[in-house]
């Protein structure tokens, strides 16, 4: 998961937030082709009994300035699925109480080979959005009062299916079942072993895969590749 999301809020975009039952949207979905890590997205959280859109910090670790907040010097886009029941760790205890969903339309990958970039793709789902599993976090400014929200992704290991697009990694994609959804945004589910099957990879929902020039202009240089659902 290589930090960027399309998050274009279309038609497909708007039935699935739809089905989320939303009680109340506290900021508008953001509508961005390219959005990258440490700009601010849309999460979906529960907060007691009320599921809310709210916006986010995508970097789960935030450091206090001035009169604001500003991303953490320790890269935190993402968690690893292995970190998660790692005491200490940063999403060790978001895991257990502050679960978040992150709804896109796709997301990015960059394959690095000897740290320089060989290919990009963008991949997205081929009807609908995407269901992305993360962890949010509440920040509360010393001295202004402000309350701040920051998010991940979990990421998991790669799939064998997109082992040629990205071979370290991959996102966490829930599978679109409304019970799942709900246990997972239950901050009063901790019985965290309810979710170890959601952390072997697995592609719930068909994929997109578009190998583009570079992220900033998402030129498709090639022929797009459909990834089948599992």
Same mark, same amino acid.
């Given at each position: &998961?290589?930090?960027?999301?399309?998050?274009?809020?279309?038609? $497909? &975009?708007? @039935? +699935?937030?739809?089905?989320?039952?939303?009680?109340?949207?506290?900021?508008?979905?953001?509508?961005?082709?390219?959005? @990258?890590?440490?700009?601010?997205?849309?999460?979906?959280? /529960?907060? $007691?009994?009320?599921?809310?859109?709210?916006?986010?910090?995508?970097?789960?670790?935030?450091?206090?300035?001035? =009169?604001?907040?500003?991303?953490?010097?320790?890269?935190?886009? =993402?968690?690893?699925?292995?970190?998660? /029941?790692?005491? $200490?760790?940063?999403?060790?205890?978001?895991?257990?109480?502050?679960?978040?969903?992150?709804?896109? #339309?796709?997301?990015?990958?960059?394959?690095? %080979? =000897?740290?320089?970039? %060989?290919?990009?793709?963008?991949?997205?789902?081929?009807?609908?959005?995407?269901?992305?599993?993360?962890?949010?976090?509440?920040?509360?400014?010393?001295?202004?009062?402000?309350?701040? +929200?920051?998010?991940?992704?979990?990421?998991?290991?790669?799939?064998? #299916?997109?082992?040629?697009?990205?071979?370290?990694?991959?996102?966490? &994609?829930?599978?679109?079942?409304?019970?799942?959804?709900?246990?997972?945004? =239950?901050?009063?589910? /901790?019985?965290?072993?309810?979710?170890?099957?959601?952390?072997?990879?697995?592609?719930?929902?068909?994929?997109?895969?578009?190998?583009?020039? #570079?992220? &900033?202009?998402?030129?498709?240089?090639? #022929?797009?590749?459909?990834? /089948?659902?599992?």
């Amino acid at each position: &998961m290589c930090g960027r999301f399309n998050s274009t809020f279309d038609s $497909g &975009m708007k @039935k +699935l937030y739809t089905s989320l039952k939303i009680h109340e949207i506290i900021d508008i979905p953001i509508d961005r082709r390219f959005v @990258k890590a440490a700009d601010t997205v849309s999460i979906v959280r /529960n907060v $007691g009994e009320q599921r809310r859109v709210e916006n986010a910090t995508w970097w789960l670790l935030l450091d206090q300035a001035d =009169n604001d907040f500003k991303p953490s010097r320790y890269t935190s886009f =993402n968690t690893r699925y292995d970190k998660l /029941n790692t005491p $200490g760790s940063a999403g060790y205890e978001a895991y257990r109480s502050s679960r978040c969903i992150i709804a896109v #339309k796709g997301f990015g990958e960059t394959e690095f %080979v =000897n740290k320089k970039p %060989v290919h990009y793709f963008d991949l997205e789902a081929a009807s609908g959005g995407i269901i992305l599993g993360g962890l949010c976090r509440e920040w509360q400014h010393q001295s202004t009062g402000e309350i701040k +929200l920051s998010c991940s992704v979990i990421t998991l290991p790669p799939h064998e #299916k997109l082992k040629h697009i990205h071979s370290k990694a991959m996102p966490l &994609m829930l599978p679109q079942e409304s019970s799942l959804i709900d246990q997972w945004l =239950n901050p009063r589910v /901790n019985e965290i072993e309810l979710f170890n099957s959601l952390l072997i990879p697995y592609i719930p929902q068909t994929l997109i895969a578009h190998q583009i020039d #570079k992220p &900033m202009t998402h030129q498709v240089i090639a #022929k797009s590749q459909t990834i /089948n659902r599992d």
